[in-house]
């Protein structure tokens, strides 16, 4: 089993940025973040894979960057220019390379004045 260690998860202000850190507890093929807001479905914010390709959401574009460091297993969301509507539960997800996946528990982010 992979675990998955999410953290920065806050309340800001919009216009404001944030970081959020997930640290998985093996080495695997891709990572990823998603986010849900109460009634609505998860949807992608941003993922890589082992090869350093990446996909971003349409409503972040041009405002979110992702990074991995491979070597700690650890992968970073820098989130700019937050509006409410990024207002969610931000989950990390992972995948091994035999196959499956997992998520952590999720982080809260507050988009708010």
């Known amino acids: 089993q992979v675990q998955l260690v999410e953290s920065g998860g806050a309340l800001v202000q919009p216009g404001g940025s944030l970081r959020l850190s997930c640290v998985a507890s093996?080495?695997?093929?891709?990572m990823g973040w998603y986010r849900q807001a109460p009634g609505k479905e998860r949807e992608l914010v941003a993922r890589?894979?082992?090869?350093?390709?990446?996909d971003f959401g349409d409503s972040v574009k041009g405002r979110f960057t992702l990074s991995r460091e491979t070597a700690e297993n650890t992968l970073y969301l820098e989130m700019n220019n937050l509006k409410p509507e990024d207002t969610a539960v931000y989950y990390c997800?992972?995948?091994?390379?035999?196959?499956?996946?997992?998520w952590g528990q999720g982080t809260q982010v507050t988009v708010s004045s």
């Open positions: 890589i894979d082992n090869r350093g390709d990446t």
């Open positions: 997800n992972a995948r091994p390379f035999i196959g499956g996946e997992y």
């Open positions: 093996a080495t695997v093929l891709a």
